[in-house]
T-cell receptor, first 115, second 114 residues
C-alpha cells in the first residue's frame, strides 16, 4: 500500500537555528498539504500545494517559514530561525485532487523539539 | 465559518462493549465529514468519511459513523471495542466550495480496558 514518506522522524534543534523537513506524497497525488500539530490539539493547515503551485498559505508564518514543491512531487518545509514555540509535530498529507470530499492521507510526521 | 467540536477529551470503555466517540459540526453549506485515528508518534490514519448518500457510513477496523443533519453530528461507533482501538481520534469537517479547508477537532482519547 502506497504511503506518504516524511523525514526526518525526529529533529532536535536549538532556537535560532534553521531546520528543514521533507515529504514525498503518494505517487500520482496532485495535492500536498503541510500541517502543524501542537501536543493535545488537532492538526492545523500551514500550506497547500496543487502540483507546484501554492493554493493556500494563509496560516503560514511567512517571516520564518517557507515551503516549496518545485517539480510538483516532493516538498520541503523550512523554518529559519526556529523558535521555542515551533516545537510540534509537522505532518504532511496528500490527496489525488483538491476536492472537498477527497481523502487526505498522512505521513508519519516529523517531531520537532526546539531547545 | 466552519467548526467542529469533540466534547469529550477522553472516553473509557471496557473491551467487548460498544463505543461511541462524539462529534458535532457547523458549516454554511453541505458538510464533508471525516474520522481519523492517531497512534502515539504517528501520523493520522483515515477511518471513514461522509460525502453524500446513506447516513450510516462504514469504515476501517469495524468502525462506522452516523451522519445526523438535524443534530449536526457525526458520531463514531463500534459495536464491540478492542484493546487495540485505544488511540486518539479526530473528527474533521470541510465545507462545500473548493476554497474551503479541512478543520480538525481537538481529538478524543479512547481508552479500552481489558
Amino acid at each position: 500500500e502506497a504511503e506518504v514518506a516524511q523525514s526526518p522522524r525526529y529533529k532536535i534543534t536549538e532556537k535560532s537555528q534553521a531546520v528543514a523537513f521533507w515529504c514525498d506524497p503518494i505517487s500520482g497525488h496532485a495535492t500536498l498539504y503541510w500541517y502543524r500539530q501542537i501536543l493535545g490539539q488537532g492538526p492545523e493547515l500551514l500550506v497547500q500545494f496543487q502540483d507546484e503551485s501554492v493554493v493556500d498559505d494563509s496560516q503560514l508564518p511567512k517571516d520564518r517559514f517557507s515551503a516549496e514543491r518545485l517539480k510538483g512531487v516532493d516538498s520541503t518545509l523550512k523554518i529559519q530561525p526556529a523558535e521555542l514555540g515551533d516545537s510540534a509535530m509537522y505532518l504532511c498529507a496528500s490527496s489525488i485532487l483538491a476536492g472537498e470530499g477527497d481523502t487526505q492521507y498522512f505521513g508519519p510526521g516529523t517531531r520537532l523539539t526546539v531547545l | 465559518a466552519q467548526s467542529v467540536a469533540q466534547p469529550e477529551d477522553q472516553v473509557n470503555v471496557a473491551e467487548g462493549n460498544p463505543l461511541t466517540v462524539k462529534c458535532t459540526y457547523s458549516v454554511s453549506g453541505n458538510p464533508y465529514l471525516f474520522w481519523y485515528v492517531q497512534y502515539p508518534n504517528r501520523g493520522l490514519q483515515f477511518l471513514l468519511k461522509y460525502i453524500t448518500g446513506d447516513n450510516l457510513v462504514k469504515g476501517s477496523y469495524g468502525f462506522e459513523a452516523e451522519f445526523n443533519k438535524s443534530q449536526t453530528s457525526f458520531h463514531l461507533k463500534k459495536p464491540s471495542a478492542l484493546v487495540s482501538d485505544s488511540a486518539l481520534y479526530f473528527c474533521a469537517v470541510r465545507d462545500m466550495g473548493r476554497a474551503s479547508k479541512i478543520i480538525f477537532g481537538s481529538g478524543t482519547r479512547l481508552s479500552i480496558r481489558p
